[in-house]
């Protein structure tokens, strides 16, 4: 709160670059200056009643009964207005908080000003554009034709936007799950398998539920939410606890499969298994002290590039504008791969900085001298499964057998041909598919 009450133009300018009004910082202001009347209330009750209680006592020992009932009548009076102060506090205190819950990061000064996601600049392309000779086909084509998934039958036992993958392609999602891990266990991060479940109070500590809520499964009876990335309970992981400096950064990588409603109407390059309610992500997660959580920033941000680049893909990393920014991040920079079937960038990745927000909400502290003070938390997609798997589809098999494409039995990455890039932890996985006979392209093979 102490932004509202010392710097609110603070709070005020951030809302400006945004675009939104200001109505509830005025109101969380309005709100924080009324709970603490009642709260002055209440404290002055209270000297009164305790004055009060010393009047009886004398008046006892005095034997005046008459002055005795008239203050115990006040001492009850008093107790009754200390009562309907305090409802009036908690009440006061509930509304203020849940508003608050509600306001935005701050922005870091860098964030592109812009009105939505036209505003967003490139921050910088990688990899070839794949040319074809021929109308290359979309994701969607490629999976049927060598039923790699199943989404008529998925539907029928889940509804849709859920889906069987079968065969080459959900082993070639393992391997891109082993791959991805081990890259960042090499770069100091802790593999984490996080639970999918999560209760009210930690999730509305990662994030406004009042926004998410409505693309998140909900657990009945049970107060529990199906995690929509494992960002969520890693993060919340560290709720309500003092970090020893010592052990900052903290530095996690999750794997999780992540559920999400997925409310509205899409394109038909969301068809497929690009846009579906499950899927598989990995995720980078950092902890950090906050005189060192920009170059983290940074170094997610380049753990994805080269990540991206050793698949040997097509894409571009993207500045966020102020427009397209959530409420939790204070700077974002997204990757998104080129979509030959789509003809577009489409995003597979989101690298954010959420500064003090999260640590703030979930009560996370590192110890200092001066006392305990809020940690910086950090996040970053490293691979969603099936997008990645929609990329590679649509950049190299709308040109390559998929036995070009193969991953390493050394965990290590090995190129096939111009084939992908991709490394295995386990000896028995050795290719995708060696020897079988798919169709990638418009050839039938």
């Known amino acids: 709160m102490d932004i509202f009450r010392n710097n609110p133009e603070l709070v005020r300018a951030d809302h400006d670059k945004r675009g939104i009004p200001h109505d509830r910082i005025d109101s969380v202001i309005q709100l924080d200056k009324e709970w603490r009347n009642a709260l002055k209330g209440m404290e002055d009750a209270r000297r009164e009643r305790n004055q009060a209680a010393k009047g009886i006592a004398e008046a006892k020992k005095s034997g005046n009964k008459e002055e005795a009932d008239r203050i115990m009548a006040e001492v009850k009076n008093l107790g009754d207005r200390i009562q309907s102060l305090d409802d009036k506090a908690n009440s006061l205190l509930e509304e203020r908080d849940n508003l608050r819950m509600r306001i935005p990061n701050l922005l870091h000064d860098d964030v592109p000003v812009g009105d939505d996601e036209g505003g967003n600049t490139q921050h910088s392309l990688h990899g070839e554009k794949p040319e074809f ?3 290359p086909r979309t994701h969607n084509e490629l999976i049927e034709m060598n039923k790699w998934v ?11 936007r859920f889906y069987f993958l079968k065969g080459d392609l959900a082993r ?10 081990d890259f960042l266990v090499n770069r100091g991060f802790t593999f984490v398998q996080p639970p999918v479940m999560m209760n009210r109070a930690a999730y509305e500590g990662v994030t406004d539920l009042s926004d998410f809520e ?19 309970p890693l993060t919340a992981m560290y709720m309500d606890e003092v970090i020893e400096p010592s052990l900052l950064p903290i ?3 999750g794997v999780s499969p992540c559920f999400r409603r ?22 980078q997660i950092v902890i950090s002290h906050p005189d060192e959580s920009w170059d983290h920033h940074e170094d997610l941000l380049t753990n994805c590039v080269d990540l991206w680049d050793s698949l040997g893909l097509h894409y571009e990393v993207v500045n966020i504008c102020t427009g397209d920014m959530g409420t939790v991040a204070a700077r974002k920079y997204d990757l998104e791969a080129w979509l030959p079937g789509a003809n577009a960038f489409k995003e597979i990745v989101s690298c954010s900085n959420c500064t003090d927000y999260q640590a ?40 390559k057998l998929m036995s070009d494409i193969m991953i390493s039995r050394e965990n290590k990455p090995m190129a096939h041909g111009n084939g992908l890039v991709v490394s295995a932890l386990h000896e028995d996985i050795r290719a995708i598919v060696q020897g079988s006979s798919v169709k990638c392209s418009h050839i039938t093979q």
């Open 360 to 399: 703030n909400r979930l009560k996370m502290r590192y110890r200092t001298t001066d006392g305990n003070a809020a940690v910086h938390t950090l996040n970053s997609t490293a691979v969603a499964t099936s997008r990645a798997l929609v990329a590679i589809m649509e950049q190299i098999c709308a040109t």
């Open 262 to 283: 997925e409310v509205g109407a899409h394109g038909l390059s969301d068809r497929g298994i690009w846009r579906v309610h499950q899927f598989t992500k990995i995720e």
């Open 150 to 160: 199943e989404l008529e039958r998925a539907a029928k036992i889940a509804g849709s």
């Open 133 to 135: 000779d021929f109308e």
């Open 251 to 253: 530095k996690m990588v």
């Open 172 to 181: 070639l999602e393992l391997a891109l799950q082993n791959y991805t891990v």
């Open 214 to 232: 409505t693309v998140m499964y909900g657990i009945t009876p049970d107060p529990l939410y199906m995690i929509a990335t494992s960002e969520h």
